[in-house]
């Protein structure tokens, strides 16, 4: 059984920049377009960026776009979300997951794997 692992949370200043490393073990991870989810207590999760199993196309939600990056590495299995200018409202639990199909999909249901995530706290 393969398993995605988050790394990369913590505490920063509004303003400020972090690096979410999400490596993925036991499975073909070019055959996976890879998705960016984050979730704060409440409320639902919400997609936040995606990345085509290529690495060409990415798409990303409008409240962290032209902030944040998605990028991946199939020679090392790991997707990255690079975050800059991080906001309070940024704050929340973010989770990587992988989805079995060609498409770029921003609706978690649709998603297969997903890893335990990390937390990322940005005080304000």
């Known amino acids: 059984q393969g398993q995605l692992a988050e790394s990369g949370g913590g505490l920063v200043q509004a303003g400020g920049s972090l690096r979410l490393s999400c490596a993925a073990s036991?499975?073909?991870?070019?055959?996976?377009?890879m998705g960016w989810f984050r979730q704060t207590p409440g409320k639902e999760r919400e997609f936040v960026a995606a990345i085509s199993r290529s690495g060409t196309n990415t798409n990303y939600a409008p409240s962290v776009k032209g902030r944040f990056t998605i990028l991946r590495d199939n020679a090392k299995n790991t997707v990255f979300l690079r975050m800059n200018s991080l906001k309070h409202e940024d704050t929340a639990v973010y989770y990587c997951a992988a989805d079995e199909t060609t498409l770029i999909r921003t609706t978690d249901e649709n998603y297969d794997f997903w890893g335990q995530g990390t937390q990322v706290t940005v005080s304000s």
């Open positions: 036991g499975r073909t991870f070019r055959k996976y377009v």
